[in-house]
């Protein structure tokens, strides 16, 4: 038997005088390890495939050229089907010289200065993606590769490494894009539930735009993804129509004409116009799911941060004074030394440090005053100490700035979920908006006059966002068996009082609504028997074992011309009611299914809680509420990404990246959200397989 041998150790043939010579340095042995059979004879073994090849036997050596066919020309069958399986293909190798000739197999190894050169092309493709994922994941130019300091970089690195054109680059990240593509349409069209979408606009200095549309499902094993699907440039952003077109073409790239159930935009651009358009559509994609109400209309993180300018902008010369101050003293070290010591001086127990806001992002900004207020002390004697503070803060300004700091918090809280390492489901929303609307509603009619100037735009804004989606938010935390039905009465007592019944009605109609509509969509589709030659058929109601399918059975009735020919029931009136009979007593069994749900007690309250776990263990018990809670809670309520959900302006596009051609963008933009997320991690088994329930039997 042979016995596997270390690859840095070399081979007992001429050991003692040769050892130099068969010191191993070709790459093959990354993916080859040496067996010794015997004294004289030793083979290379394929850590892939475990195929056995020639390597020494007696004095003579095979050399490794046949090694590196065996795995650069695809001969190995595991490459292969790896390839096959949706990992990434090795793209064809550029021309080799003459004189390194793969196919000429040296007749004997012989140390030489450019051993690593003939065993450099094998490696070739493999480092041409990793540039491209670089330039991907890094958002690099596609010219980085002619950059002098790359190129010394490579050069230095691997001095035969060929100078990628631009060209070339382009090909290598849209080539890794389609098959990552490829990858995740398989999954998008492995899952049974629905694909729910946000539209996001990225701006540019030109006159046209682009939007991101993103989808968002839960999987087979009750995974939650999201991930990017469409970049599409709009030449006119200010249509009507133009996001209309976009998302039509993205539901036929992704063959989600039957599987579209919400759709996420933003105020910011689309207005009353466009998101009547796509509320039309979404009514027409999906008539069976609420007739298209599945549609939220603003961005729940832009909906936070136009709070936080409302409220900002209320003191807005206030908070100036303040970040004059923070600037004088953070900027200047003898000025931040002369800071210290007073702060040193006058006890101040406050462990935060100043920092200066990024006026780009508002949650700087609430960092930079809650600093500022817990120094207060030391901004107030500053003065005194150093002549060239002339900045004169009074007690009510700094009264008034940690009012605002109060309502900041809130609305931070709220966004601070949407910035965890994964997205969080659509049941997680509706605890931080009830209380933002409860703590809204009340200060708006507050005794004190600046709380109530403070809140009021703030209020109007939130409640008109409130009443457009608490619908989707409610159901959705239905779906959290640690709250139910229970959670919507105690909150919306808590916000309406007397007048909340009306609102936790609308709550449990739409819920139950929605749930006769899964039922109405899972219904087996009835089969017809049907007898073209005898006329009438033997009334007949027979009931599959398995799936209960209900068969009727029918007539074709021959008329003279072809095309008016008749259908016609063959099956009495009786049989008739057995089958009207049988549904309805499906349907009552199956409405039970949501009464069920709501009637049993609510889990204990756990801050650590998978709600999708909860649904994967009883899927079984609640199969039709289980799919209903899988779509509901892959809603999006928000269509920024975790880096862009504290951006107080839109996303844009820097000059170059609106030089590259539309699909380009597209692949980049794409590739890096899909290699971020691990997309090929996720890819289905697509092994077809035959379900006896899938059988649909005709008798003729």
Known sequence: MANPTNNSEPPNVESQTNNKRRRKKSIVWEHFTIETIDAGCTRARCMQCKKSFAYISGSKLAGTSHLKRHIALGICPVSRNHEKSGHIVPFTPLPIKVSQDVNAVPRKRVKSSTSGSTSFSFYQDCRRQDIAKMVIMHEYPLTITECPAFLNCVKSLQPEFPILSVEAVERDCVGLYRRERQTLLNLVSSIRGQVNLSLDMWATDQSVGYVIITGQFIDDDWKLHRMVLSVILLPFPDSETAFNHALLSCVADWNLETKLLAVTLDETFANKAVRKNVRHLLSVKNPLILNGKFLIGSCYARVLCHLAQDALGVISETVKKVRDSVKYVVTVKSCLDRFNDLRIQL???????????????????????????????????????????????????????????????????????????????????????????????????????????????????????????????????????????????????????????????????????????????????????????????????????????????????????DENELFLSTSDELSDFDVYISGISNHQNTKLELDQYLEESVLPRMQEFDVLGWWKSNRKKYPTLSKMASDILSIPVSTKFQDSVFDMKCKKIDRYRCSLKPSTFEALVCAKDWLQNGISDHSPDLSPSISPKSVVKTHL
Not at 380 to 400: A, G, M, P, Q, V
Request: with cysteine; proline share 4%; charged share 25%.
């Open 347 to 561: 006890q101040v127990p406050s462990a935060k440090s100043l920092v200066l806001d990024d006026q780009s992002q508002w949650n700087t900004t609430y960092h930079m005053l809650v600093a500022a207020c817990e120094l207060k002390e030391v901004f107030s004697c500053l003065d005194t100490f150093d002549s060239n503070y002339r900045i004169s803060i009074t007690l009510d300004e700094w009264k008034h700035v940690e009012i605002l700091c109060t309502f900041l918090k809130l609305l931070l809280d709220a966004a601070d979920i949407l910035t965890g390492p994964t997205y969080p489901t659509a049941n997680a929303f509706f605890h931080e908006a009830w209380k933002i609307q409860l703590e809204l509603r009340n200060a708006s009619v507050s005794d004190d006059a600046f709380i109530r100037q403070l809140t009021r735009s703030m209020y109007e804004r939130f409640n008109k966002y409130w009443k457009d989606c608490f619908l989707v938010f409610s159901i959705a935390v239905v779906m959290d068996p640690r709250f139910k039905m229970k959670l919507v009465e105690f909150s919306f007592t808590r916000i309406y009082g007397e007048d909340a019944d009306h609102w936790i009605v609308d709550v449990s109609n739409g819920v139950h609504e929605l749930f006769l509509d899964y039922v109405v969509q899972m219904l087996p589709p009835p089969t017809f028997v049907v007898n073209g030659n005898d006329g009438f058929l033997k009334p007949e109601i027979r009931q599959e074992e398995e799936d209960e399918e209900t068969i009727l059975h029918c007539e074709i009735v021959k008329t003279e011309e």
